[in-house]
Every structure is written in C-alpha cells, then in structure tokens.
C-alpha cells in the first residue's frame, strides 16, 4: 500500500508542478500586459498554444535533437520529486541540497545539446549566452546553498523546511540568513530566465536563440519544461527562506506572492546584455550570499 502511495505521488507531483507553471505562464502575460496599458491574452493563452503546438507538425534535426530536449524534460521532472510540495516530497530521502544543485544543470545541457544538433547560428548565440548566464548565477547560488547547510547543519531540504515550520522562516531568522536570501530573490530572475535575463531568447536579436528550430510539438515540450523550471525555482525559495507549507493554499500564495512581485521587477527592466548579467549576479547578490556565508562561518 506504501509503495502505491508513493507511484502516485511520482506522477502526480509533476502534474501538479506543470499546472501551476502554466497559470504562472498566463498570469505573467496578462499583469505584465496591464502594466503596459495594454489588454493582453488571457490566462489559459499558455495552454491554448501548448495543444496548438502538438496538433502541429514537429521537424527534428536527428537524435540529438531529440534527445536533447527530452534530458532537459527528464531533470526538469526528477527535480520536482525533490523539492517538498507541501508534504509531498518522493525523492526527498535520495539525496539533498547538493542534488539539486547538480540537477540544475541538467537542463540548460539537454537545451544546449539539442539546439545545437540544430546547426542554427541564432541557436548557436543563445546557447552560449544560456551557460555564460548559468555561470553568473550559479556562483552566488552555490554560496546561498552552503550558507543554508552551514546554518542548519543539514543537506536535507525536508529537515530544513521542518525546522522553520517548527520556529521561524529563515528569511527572518538571522541577519546571515537575511542577506543570503535577499540574494537568492535578486538571481531569481536569472534561474528562471525571464526579463531582464531573457538575453538567450531574445526574439529581436537572436529569433528567440536556442527556440528558432523548435516547432510543433517539440516547441510544446520547451514550453512545458518552461513551466516546471518556473515551478523549480519559485517552490525551491518558498521551501528554503519562507518554510514552505503543510497547506496546499498557504504554499500556493507564498508563491504567487514571490512570483508576483519579481514580475513587477521584471515588466519595468530592459533586456540586459550578457556582460551586464554577469557583472549584475557577481556584484551585489554574490557580494551577499558571500557575506551570509562568512557571517554564519562567525557566528
């Protein structure tokens, strides 16, 4: 009976996470388009388009192609089983925060191999902008995650989340912890790869970089994996710095609340150019998590 429980909750996390994702998708669209005075498609578009795309025919460029952005899926899933929704959490036993930190690369590498199967120049540009920008915010991100370690002695992100729930948020914990997940929220934007870190698929520069070839239903897929990396990033600084939630509709609007207000951040920047997001992710927010860290190491 235990075992059947946890199946279900393999594949019920990922579906979860993936409808979440795509209201994330369409509320981003409809507030940014009223912050720009303008009306906007509606909340489903994301959706819509999604079953457009798999009534369309795909063209693939070989089996690294294919391959490719079915990795980038695949890590995008495995790390949904990782992060504690609520209490749900089927692989949280399998390993801890160091995992997830390797799991993370998995998709802009699956990304990368299958856009460069592609042989597009534009694919090629996004590519190289998509590991220059993984660079930039996986050095202040690797500080935040030893700070966490180092403050709770822990690589469980269960056991984390447990002893927030069972005290107070580590946002507001400890000045070390603070500033550490200030600088998660400031490098947000970068993981997630939304303006103004949206330099890798920039339509007016590059056609959209590492997208320009996808079509049908490969183009679905990308934008499934979109939605989960949205879910992945948001529920994992819910569950790190706000103690997630034992509550499906608390832990929803914490979330709702972070993306918001990052969303109101992004819809009134402009579009950085890659050296500008590096010297952004290794100022002030690395500056931070270094702090944090050195300060924890203190105190």
Request: hydrophobic residues 55%; charged residues 10%.
């Amino acid at each position: 009976m235990i075992m059947i429980i946890e199946v279900v909750k393999i594949i019920v996390l990922p579906l979860i996470a993936l409808i979440i994702g795509i209201f994330l998708m369409g509320l981003a669209r409809m507030i940014t388009a009223r912050i720009h005075w303008r009306y906007g498609p509606p909340i489903t578009q994301p959706l819509i388009d999604m079953v457009k795309f798999f009534d369309q025919r795909g063209i693939s460029h070989g089996f690294i192609f294919d391959f490719g952005i079915i990795l980038s899926l695949a890590g995008s899933i495995v790390l949904v089983l990782f992060i504690p929704f609520c209490k749900i959490a089927p692989l949280s036993n399998s390993g801890g925060l160091l995992v997830i930190l390797y799991l993370m690369l998995i998709t802009p590498l699956g990304i990368a191999l299958s856009s460069g199967a592609s042989g597009n120049p534009n694919a090629s540009i996004g590519i190289s902008r998509k590991f220059m920008l993984a660079l930039g915010y996986e050095v202040p991100f690797i500080l935040i995650i030893l700070t966490i370690m180092k403050s709770y002695n822990s690589l469980s992100l269960i056991d984390i989340v447990n002893v927030q729930q069972a005290g107070t948020w580590s946002i507001i914990s400890s000045l070390p912890l603070f500033l550490t997940g200030v600088a998660y929220f400031l490098i947000l934007p970068a993981i997630l790869g939304v303006r103004p870190f949206d330099m890798t698929t920039a339509p007016q520069e590059i056609s959209s970089g590492p997208k320009v070839e996808y079509s049908g239903k490969y183009l679905a897929l990308l934008s499934i994996e979109h939605a989960l990396t949205l879910y992945i990033g948001l529920t994992l600084f819910v569950n790190l710095f706000l103690g997630g939630s034992a509550n499906f509709i608390l832990f929803f609007i914490k979330i709702l609340i972070v993306f918001i207000i990052g969303l109101f951040i992004n819809a009134v920047f402009p579009r950085f150019r890659i050296e500008q997001a590096l010297k952004y992710l290794w100022g002030i927010p690395t500056l931070l998590a270094l702090a944090g860290l050195i300060l924890t190491m203190i105190i």
